[in-house]
């Protein structure tokens, strides 16, 4: 491998690690009901996808940064809706009804999708399109880094949201022991809501980013989102928001890695063996004490 | 009649695909790799027919203890974690086989012509049933009389031994693991068969068919797998051929008149049947003189020690 290779590889990997933020963003979503409600809701990347195409819906009449705020606010009210639809009801004993109550609100929602789009990809806006930053012989595209800084901002807000506000107070002790938080007089319903709608805001930003980053939105994307989300919830640990974000990250660069070695169609092989080499030797994730298992 | 007697021959294919994800399901444990296990299945046995001319119950048999080797070696390292761990861990193996099988070529001169898997193409001419002349009623004879001998094996497996060490380990790990029985072997037990009955469904299937292609072992086959039992009831055998009756014959044939929009109504039954019927259609409190202890039909968060406990340990998935 020579030197221009070599840079070949390193702009690739930069290039996913950019990208990874997206899968970042999903996976907190996941890592967050899962920390709240000890549940996957697997219709979340589909959700997010969703929100994503309602905020077309507005594309030719506002600027483009207020077509993400609504693929934002979408997502808050898509992950309230799936709440009430998929969790709300159901016995939260059996872990299977919430489980595939959710499969079905994933496959009907990529079913709607692709009916009220006629299966067609749509242009989804970007923007920093041409401003691309030269580093020596790298350059960062613009529009990447737009999704990367997005990224971290919902990152921060949401730790800030957890850490500062009563909400996030009321969402952590729920997390810890819902039934010592009712005793204190928390409502666990509401918390358990409140907790889909901002994991959905991060959701439908992380819709929206994806759409921007790769220029188009389809339904196609619904499924592989949700897988890297779900791979990437694990390989960062259970429960764990640092850990999700850094995970995203290393998916993001690893996903581009093994696309640069190996070409696109046997790209994902890797990214889930990658997944099996954590679940062997450190199933409790990136940031959990070393044998911690589920 | 023609028509009747394919759609009998899905049925009884998807009805082996869920028992096979009736056998994990049974042991608490959700499992998304059935898919993986029906591709490994298809494509061996349908390797073997096509490519060798091996006989069809030979290919199928081999088929079926492939995906079972599969499923054990895979279920030592997936069976040590468990709920989204392992839902997660078995999505990726079924999509390491999908991607494996996307970029298999392996294609040799036969007296057929050049047969074999080709890639992103897909791997067609497993013209068994055509060249040996099989009729679609022998087709169907083969196919239920299948269906028929592993729900035999199964319902006795349910009655023996091995059924009580599954069902123990599927309602509750600690109680049955303090009882003595070995967790992992149980899990890796039942892993291993629903394998073999998955690998036995792929190997009927790609001959049904003819052509196999990466895109048939997607994710959603496998959601497929687990919600027929599932939505049938876990407490009976029956359950899963009545789910997969109602799904392949009534929902996606019966209502065909509705165009593409019954597949969106697909996802929209499933959250309405666990609204409705959390444990299944077929659930025990259905069956009249059968009534066991109906289970928890609502969460009401309750500060009772042992309830707690209770939704404590089943809250892990």
Sequence with gaps: ?294 | MDFYLGLAQVIGIHTLLGLSAWCVLHTGQVSLAQGGFFAIGAYVAGMLTSMWQWPLALALVTGAGIACVVAIAVGFPAMRVKGLMLVVATTAFAEIVRLVFFNLEWRIETSEGVVGPNGSLGFGGIRYFPSNGWSAFEVNALIWSLVGGVLLLLWWFDRSRVGTLWRAVGEDEIAAQSAGINLTATKVSAFGIGGAIAGLAGGVFAHYTTHVEHSNFGILLATFAIAYPILGGLASLAGTLFAVIFIQGFLLEGLRFLGEWRSLLFGALIVLVMLVRPDGFLSRALWPGRVGPRRQQTASPSVDDSDTARQEGSRHA
Aim: charged share 10%; net charge neutral.
């Design chain 1, 1 to 294: 491998m020579d030197l221009l290779d070599l840079i070949d590889l390193t702009q690739s990997v930069l290039d996913g690690v950019l990208f990874g933020a997206t899968y970042s963003l999903i996976g907190i979503g996941f890592t967050l009901i899962f920390g709240v409600m000890h549940k996957i809701n697997l219709a979340y990347a589909a959700a997010s996808v969703g929100a994503a195409y309602l905020s077309l819906i507005v594309v030719s009449h506002v600027p483009v940064p207020v077509v993400y705020l609504v693929a934002a606010l979408m997502g808050g009210v898509l992950g309230w809706l799936v709440y009430l639809i998929c969790f709300r009801f159901l016995p939260l004993s059996n872990p299977l009804a919430t489980l595939m109550s959710t499969v079905g609100m994933l496959l009907a929602i990529e079913e709607l999708i692709s009916h009220l789009t006629q299966g067609m990809p749509m242009n989804y806006p970007a923007m920093f399109q041409s401003a691309n930053i030269e580093i020596g012989s790298f350059f960062i595209r613009g529009d990447l880094l737009f999704v990367f800084l997005i990224g971290c901002v919902a990152m921060v807000g949401l730790t800030q949201l957890l850490k500062r506000t009563r909400l996030g107070l009321a969402t952590r002790a729920v997390a810890q022991q819902p039934v010592a938080a009712q005793l204190c007089g928390m409502g666990i319903n509401s918390t358990n809501a409140s907790t889909f709608v901002i994991a959905g805001l991060l959701g439908g930003t992380a819709g929206a980013m994806a759409g921007a980053a790769i220029g188009v939105l389809s339904p196609l994307l619904a499924l592989p989102l949700t897988v890297k989300g779900l791979v990437v919830t694990v390989i960062g640990g259970l429960g764990s928001i640092p850990g999700a974000i850094v995970a995203g990250l290393i998916v993001g660069g690893a996903e581009n890695l093994f696309q640069f070695i190996r070409g696109v169609s046997e790209r994902d092989i890797y990214v889930m063996l990658l997944l099996f080499v954590f679940l062997v030797f450190r199933p409790g994730g990136l940031f959990s004490p070393p044998g911690g298992r589920d």
